[in-house]
């Protein structure tokens, strides 16, 4: 019984993924999209700040920053991906409490 459940937890996590995936790839389009104008109301970031937190978003995922930009779409993507990441992460722990 116990590897049918642990069978089962590594196909949610892995099946958990893909929408992480998406919901990152929806988010990172749209800042894309809309670089330009983040950046004249924020200002530029400096170059090694920008390189170093370009694949993390941290400040922008799960802080407030975004909520300067006043962009509404991009405040739905983060959510979704917030959404996402946490039922990852809590599948993934469970998974691993199991054992």
Known sequence: MGELFNTLMV???LVSLFPLIKSSKNFYD????MEHE???SRGAPPFV?????MFLFVPMLFGKDL???NNN???KLRNDLRYS???FSLLLLSSQLNQ
């Open 67 to 69: 909520e300067l930009l």
């Open 30 to 33: 749209e800042w894309c999209e």
């Open 11 to 13: 196909c949610a996590v």
């Open 73 to 75: 779409r991009l405040i």
């Open 85 to 87: 990441f946490a039922i």
């Open 38 to 40: 983040h950046w004249r």
């Open 49 to 53: 700040v920008f390189h170093f937190g």
